[in-house]
């Protein structure tokens, strides 16, 4: 099961022989041990001579959370409790607020809050520093202990102090957990013929809840004309379910594949013919929160030449991580490749470049909040495969919420420059048909 998010993302891997065929050079074996000895030294000595008893296995813990964290922000080790809560929140339901966090410049930032959660209703915005859970400071905590406090029982309280650029104070925010059941799929018509559907993240359920969503969709008198896919803050999740999702909008060619430097790592995802929905123009939505496995969506219909994109550039996370699962129980998330869309472009670092730009004007109400993206995180890892320390400010704006009820919320612009786009798309194809010109014959018009 591979996941490909912000939060989690991971291959399920369990044993193999093929490490044990393959022996490294002795040069190599020599110098493991001989810093492995540096290790046993300094642990018996803490052990021995340290001002008060320790927990040995407190310390080799924090050994090995060391050791990752000088690689990049994805690879982390995860407690017999932490990969349980890994294992739950792919099925799609768990207990807590609702948001996507990350560490940036050494604090704990939201990268997104989760459709119909507490953090969603509360207000919260991408870009958000939470500086204090229940009055702890967050900037000494690990991603992983951040996201244990986080969540709890239902029904309890937790309080949160937010500090947002352009506010003068902090502010506190007490929100009641919740089960967090993610609804992936949404839909509604914005015009007759025209459909809005919006996939809020990846998880088990969001292919089947999407092949649903479009036949009924395509079961609707008149049937469709165009439809708006919207990936905007969707922080990503299941690689295989990004796969299927592209596959239902393509009959064949590449999807995306991975590079590493194991063989394991060496995939490719193909579309099939077989249960490809009937094509018609559509527009995807895009914008800084669309991330890692949603971007897989994105560059395929995007390379394929099936969609075009409208936004602002996505975050930029194409790393994959192999979740190993150790003899205790507990798990070691790695970071063991990249992937690439059909036409052989990196996400990682860079993000997908929308066809068409749309910036979210600052009139609509929305805070100028500094976006920040895949390179902005401390230890990102660079091009040549080495983590980058350096931390880098991001620049811009951070995009509002999608909309869900054009009556009652502010206006959207993307989605209203979207539905447009289409009709344009629709006038040029009556064209085609009514003049049958043969140079724009076959051709799906390009906004």
Known sequence: MILLGLAIIAIMVFGGGEAVKRLPALSAVST???NLGLFADVLKRVQDYYVDSVDTQKLIEGSIKGMLETLDPHSAYLNKEQYKEMQTETKGAFGGLGIEITIKDSLLT???PIEDTPAW???LQAGDKILEIDGSPTKPMALTEAVKRLRGKVGTKVTITIIRVGWTDTKKFTLVREIIHIRTVKTKFLEPGYAYVRI????EKTWEDLDSTMKKLESEPGGLK???LDLRNNPGGLLEQAVKVSDAFLD???IVYTDGRIADQKRRYEAHKEGTHPYVPMIVLVNGGTA???????GALQDQGRAVLLGTQTFGKGSVQTIFELDDGSGLRLTTGRYYTPKGRMIHGSGITPDVIEEVPADQGVAALPEFREKDLERHLGLEGKPDVKKREGKGKVEKKPSEDAETEVKDVQLDRALELLKTWSIFGHMVERTGVPSLAGVHPTP
């Open 110 to 112: 939201v990268v997104a």
């Open 252 to 254: 064949s060619g590449l």
């Open 200 to 203: 809020a993240q990846f998880n």
């Open 226 to 228: 165009g439809m708006v």
């Open 32 to 34: 493991t041990y001989e």
């Open 292 to 298: 890692s496995a949603s971007e897989i969506v994105a």
């Open 121 to 123: 209703r509360a207000g």
